[in-house]
């Protein structure tokens, strides 16, 4: 069973369209996150969620918006797409946001806007 | 802020060679260090990890040792082998609640035959 899975893997779309990532975790964990990496590889903090709770809202685009519907899922939904959104998309958890300790993370979704 | 700062890559080796990527921090308090690999096309994986000063995090023949002295969680293995080609992250957790992971920039290591 894969512990935390994103859908989709791969994702091509049009600017100005809206997407979805969808994420859910099996661990049992109540913080999840999510990351964006960029063309060079860097991994950047974008939110997280402790038990449904918003926890982490980095200087993300208000085109951005989490959600999440109980604390084994944490969606990411994305409005107006723009060239410079293209990147992989990680989702991660973790125990508990007190706990301070690794994550787990999702196989990636890759985003290409056009 | 809390940051991580990893030698610039890539890195190629020879198979059997020795590895060592730098990794130091900047960080108040006590975080915990921690080493993810990621493979092509893969998400991160953990590799090691470190919660106090003089903590040695180890697997799969790689390991790191937490020095407070010198702010640094470097990498080593003896002996690389190709499956070893990825890209490694040092990582950092601040010691309070509420935070998440902060990353260096990431090695590309390549190991060729």
């Known amino acids: 069973d894969t512990a935390v899975s994103q859908t989709p893997k791969y994702l091509v779309t049009q600017m100005g369209n809206d997407k979805s990532i969808k994420c859910e975790q099996n661990?049992?964990?109540?913080?999840m996150y999510w990351y964006k990496q960029d063309s060079k590889k860097f991994l950047k903090i974008m939110f997280s969620?402790?038990?449904?709770?918003?926890?982490i809202n980095e200087t993300v685009p208000n085109r951005f918006s989490p959600k999440s519907p109980d604390k084994a899922h944490l969606n990411l939904h994305i409005n107006s797409l723009e060239l410079g959104d293209s990147a992989v998309y990680f989702c991660a958890s973790s125990p508990h946001f007190a706990m301070n300790t690794e994550a787990f993370f999702g196989q990636g979704t890759r985003l290409t806007v056009v | 802020g809390d940051s991580v700062t990893q030698m610039e890559g890539p890195v190629t080796l020879s198979e059997e060679a020795f590895l060592t990527i730098n990794c130091t921090y900047t960080?108040?308090?006590?975080?915990?260090l921690f080493w993810y690999v990621q493979y092509p096309g893969e998400g991160l994986q953990l590799l090691l990890k470190?919660?106090?000063?003089?903590d040695k995090g180890s697997n799969k023949g790689f390991e790191a040792t937490y020095r407070k002295e010198t702010t640094s969680f470097h990498l080593e293995k003896g002996s690389v082998q190709v499956s070893d080609s990825a890209v490694y992250f040092c990582?950092?957790?601040?010691?309070?609640?509420?935070?998440?992971?902060?990353f260096g920039k990431g090695t590309t290591l390549s190991v060729s035959s």
């Open positions: 990582a950092l957790i601040p010691n309070q609640a509420g935070t998440a992971l902060i």
């Open positions: 661990l049992g964990h109540d913080t």
């Open positions: 470190a919660t106090k000063a003089d």
């Open positions: 960080a108040t308090g006590y975080p915990s």
């Open positions: 969620y402790n038990n449904k709770e918003l926890i």
